[in-house]
């Protein structure tokens, strides 16, 4: 690994992962989305939804209905030049909201279905994926009116999150899940604990990696499955990741193993390959001092050999 | 040759060794013995072994009556609560004895000192020599949430509820100048409670803490009657002066002011405050306390009713209905009742939700072995002991704590931008005083003193109390600093809020009692007493106002915009002083204290000046050493430029270059007590004649009327754009369309 400072050099890793990320995904957003500023009504409905901490609780479970809308990441999210009032069209104009307005469902597939020319991202695909994932189908009363916005924000939803390192983008994502699942990393529970490094893991893989099925489906585009797997027909098996068939490196890692190339080139990759997969560290101090520990034992049996043959010469040399 | 160096290396390890061990033996001694009397002569005052005439040894006989009687009473309270009172008085009387005699009910009643007095053959009460005979060390536990073991004294005595002052940082306090007081890296100096500037006790720990005042309720010429007054009747440290030595930056305090610690007061259920007067002994003048065994045999860990014995005098007051402490003045020399109140936000459960609940004080206030938090925000300069500790209505109530309203999503979202104060305190205490005029006194007949005037005494909100946002700092004198989110510079709280009193009722009120004063003090300008007292700024020079400005910009600004403010409750408060005139800046100049006696008995408060300036600590203050230990980083923060000046201000006996003043703007205290259950309605802020200053605060003109017109705001001004929309779409749950 080079001597550079980490800074410059994460930044440039962050840059390559973003416009890989961005190649990849952002470029399919269609132009409906595009220019305009936010529309100027939704001023009227950010005045109360803009109030950071406008929630409740809901007076039979309890649970925190969150009804904040933050204006600064609405206007950065896929959807922040939308007008308010163009999904929710139900008669909010007036405090307090009838009943009725607040009884609507909406959901990705069904304003992006038709709209083909705004977006051509398989909605369609992950409707049926969806369709088979525990959150759907599971019998948990809790998962009543479970729907896309269960998990993806529409008021904050970006494809990806520009300049975060893989890290935070894993601890976002896994943030998702731990809003409902909050219980898997009470430390006193007994969730993953079959899991070796447990907390290593859950620090570096999101946790869809696992509870998803191996093969996505058809579409390139697409690299984790909807299907959201229950836990015990959840991946367990370790060498689905540590091994030569990297399964994390066709997902979120397969930026990260792209952006190694690119910078440390193929000889560079494969010697400092920092991949987890095979049993390697991670750890460019331990990369460091293995190379160098081999260096030093490959120079060592070169003096033994040099010191063999020096003396072989010198006792021919005394040999009458 | 080596023999005779390892000889000569031996020899002068042993001589430096011996070397150093005179010097520290010497250091100790001096410590020890030269220390205290060098000490002693340079604050001018000493200290002494303490002895109370009602700490008495008992006679088994005596103990035994004693805890019978105690353990009857806890049982009995005990017992009545849990029977109820809708029955013949006979049926209850006999339940509640069934009850008091239940082992289980004595178990969880009775006194435990009780037994364990009993058993250790404890027949007096000494102080705190008997408490620390068991309880010489204590578990108390860190931020870090772990249990540790500290040594009981010396936890306390470095506690703030003894020192009353630190020199260590936690300050959520920014000098004038810019700085935070003792932040890292700076030259740091001990504040607190025993040294700030603060208008409403008129004087400063040093000169009063402990004063007989000889008063005439007869009349002038009737017969005396002694009251206690002075500072030193709310502070733990009972010593004939405050416990100074703590400020300096060695030493410990000496045994006999450890002595004379007040353990009771705060952990004894049963503690008489009747005892707490001041007395007169060879020595000097000292606080009394209880330390009778029916209050050492009723300890335990402190209570609110233990806590409220000092602090209902800060939130309700002296004069508050349900203060217990001021129902109990003393046997003899009663203490003085101050009639204006500091806050008027009493801790009551006939005042406060909290406190009807039951709820206690270090429920909120967790403490740290005999160290309490604060809490993160206070807008003035006192000592925290624990400041990272956080004591907050959010850690219990979470950020939506409105479950019961219709519109509790709406309410909750007030959380944002609003403390929970602003709605859930609607008023204070009538006699909370805004304005104290301590120049010219009142006479007071019925207790026969004389009295700081208050000009100004209000509860209600816009009057003694505004609104002011707030971001858990405060400036040197006591004014919180915060913006509006929106970050423009248009709210100017120190140029417009706290420096400008604009409600013609206020300034009714203020011209009336400047008429009644001048009935009295004929040399009184009624209209320069008015403008002075309601636009306090116009006592600055032009020069001291540009001054003013640029030090407002330049060093509070930046601290203003710091975290999240939120709009609080601040309690107003101004006073007039006799001020050090050699030592001001544009935010005020350094007040001189009032002698008590001279000022009541005489009502000549310039005399009472004259007096409390010839205190020895006060002449050590305009010294050379104080000056630079001190007190050049004080004017600092107070915003004087130029160091402390060491004028003395007594000249053969007159004060010279001293004037009386208002402060050059208003205090403005936090309210966190008193908390109702219901909060205010919107149309209290939500009108055009709300109460919130929405203009004041910083807000542009358009939102300010949209503000204060419920029906803008409870109605979308949607676009036509906007009402298209909703024309075409048909409401059908779950297929969302846009329409094109």
Known sequence: ?320 | MTKVLSKLRKHATRRVLRFTAMVLIVLVLAYQFLYPPLFDAYVGKSNALLTYANSQTLSEREFEALARDLSRQARYTKAAASVGADQAPLARQVKIEMLMNTPSLIRDSEPRHIDYFREAGIRRYEGPQTCLGCHPRMKARGDDGHLRTVDTLDNLVNSIHFKFQTDTGGFSTYGYDGRRVNAPGSHRIPVGKIDRACGIPGSFSWTGWAALVASRPAGATGPVTLRSEGCGQCHIGGNYQPPTEKMMPVGDVPYEVKDGIDCLICHSTDYDMNQRYVIRDAHGLRWNQDRSMRAALSVGPARNDHCLRCHQHNMGGDAYPHNQAAQALGTENKRILHQGAKRGNPFSPEDDVHAAAAIQCTDCHVPDGHRLPRGRQGVDLVANDLPNREVSCQTCHTQTPHNNSPDRALLNGHVARLACETCHIKVLQDKNVVLRDWVHPTWNPEEGIFEPTDIYRSGAPGKGFTFLWFNGNGSFLANALGNNPNGTTDYDPLMQQMVHIRDPEVIAAVRAAAIELKARYPEIDIEAYVRAATDPLSQLSPALLERRRAMIDQNLRPVMALGKSRIYPFKLFNAMMYEDMGNQGPFGAMILPFDYPVYYETGDSRAAVVQAVRDPIVKRMYQRPFKLYMMDDFMSYFGVSGGWKTNYPLVNGKLVNVEPHWMRQMGTLTINHGIQGKGRECRECHALDGIMDFAGLGYPPERVAELRDPDQLKSAALSKTGDAARAKTPSVPGSEQSPK
């Open chain 1, 1 to 320: 690994m080079s001597a550079k400072s980490p800074g410059p050099r994460r930044r440039r890793r962050l840059a390559a992962v973003t416009s890989l990320i961005m190649a990849v995904l952002l470029c399919t957003l269609g132009a409906a989305a595009a220019s305009a500023d936010p529309p100027a009504d939704n001023r009227a409905c950010l005045r109360c939804h803009g109030m950071a901490t406008l929630a409740y609780r809901d007076g039979i479970t309890g649970n925190l209905i969150d009804l904040s809308i933050d204006p600064g990441r609405l206007a950065g999210s896929v959807h922040g030049k939308v007008a308010c009032v163009k999904c929710h069209a139900q008669g909010y104009r007036d405090y307090p909201h009838p009943q009725d307005a607040r009884r609507e469902q909406l959901d990705c597939v069904g304003c992006h279905r038709e709209a083909h020319e705004r977006i051509s991202y398989p909605f369609e695909a992950i409707a049926g994926q969806f369709a088979k994932s525990i959150h759907a189908t599971g019998d948990d009363p809790k998962l009543r009116g479970f729907g896309c916005h269960s998990c993806h924000d529409p008021h904050a939803f970006r494809v990806s999150t520009v300049g975060k390192p893989l890290g935070e983008i894993v601890m976002d994502d896994n943030a998702v899940c731990l809003s409902c699942h909050a219980q898997v990393t009470d430390p006193l529970s007994d969730r993953h604990r079959w899991l070796p490094k447990r907390e290593a893991h859950w620090a570096a893989v999101r946790c869809i990696e696992c509870h998803t099925p191996i093969a996505v489906g058809g579409d390139g585009a697409q690299r984790v499955s909807h299907q959201i797997l229950a836990g015990k027909e959840s991946n367990s098996t370790c060498v689905n990741c540590h091994s030569g068939s990297q399964r994390l490196l066709s997902r979120l890692y397969a930026y990260r193993s792209q952006e190694d190339l690119a910078r440390d080139g193929l000889f560079g990759k494969a010697v400092f390959n920092e991949a987890y997969v095979v049993g390697l560290s991670r750890s460019p101090l331990i990369d460091r001092l293995s190379l160098a520990f081999i260096g030093v034992t490959a120079l060592g049996l070169m003096a033994h050999g040099l010191g063999r043959y020096l003396a072989y010469r010198r006792s021919r040399g005394k040999q009458p």
